[in-house]
C-alpha cells in the first residue's frame, strides 16, 4: 500500500558528510509530516529531525547545527544532510511518515516506517 524505501548510509570517518533519502510511494493521498529516527542496539529509537508539509523542521539537540533536513514534496521525498559526523551518530537511521491514503483521504492519518539504513562513523 505505502513504500518508504531510505538509501545513502554507509561507513564514513569521523567529520564526514552524508545525505539520506527516504522516498515514499503508493496509494498516497497527502502526506502530513516526515522524520528521520535512529537507533543503536539496546536502546530506544530516537527522534533525529521531523518536517511538516509546509517545511517546518525540528531536530534533536544533538544534532542542530550538524543536520539539515529537506523535502521535495513533488517526489514525496525527504533527505537528511548529515555533517561534521561524530562516532555517537553511528545508528540505523529510519524514515517515518505522517500520512493519509486514498481509499481513506478523510481518515486518521497513517503511520508507516522504512526498513532503515546503517550509518557507520569511524576512522
Known amino acids: 500500500q505505502v513504500q518508504l524505501v531510505e538509501s545513502g548510509g554507509g561507513l564514513v570517518q569521523p567529520g564526514g558528510s552524508l545525505r539520506l533519502s527516504c522516498a515514499a510511494s503508493?496509494?498516497?493521498?497527502?502526506?502530513?509530516?516526515m522524520g528521520w529516527y535512529r537507533q543503536v542496539p539496546g536502546k530506544e529509537r530516537e527522534l533525529v529531525a521531523t518536517?511538516?508539509?509546509?517545511?517546518?523542521?525540528n531536530y534533536a539537540d544533538s544534532v542542530k547545527g550538524r543536520f539539515t533536513m529537506s523535502s521535495d514534496n513533488a517526489k514525496n521525498t525527504v533527505y537528511l544532510q548529515m555533517n561534521s559526523l561524530k562516532p555517537e551518530d553511528t545508528a540505523v537511521y529510519y524514515c517515518n511518515a505522517d500520512l493519509r491514503v486514498y481509499v481513506d483521504p478523510r481518515g486518521a492519518p497513517l503511520n508507516f516506517w522504512g526498513q532503515g539504513t546503517p550509518v557507520t562513523v569511524s576512522s
Open positions: 518536517i511538516t508539509r509546509g517545511g517546518s523542521t
Open positions: 503508493g496509494s498516497i493521498f497527502s502526506i502530513n509530516a
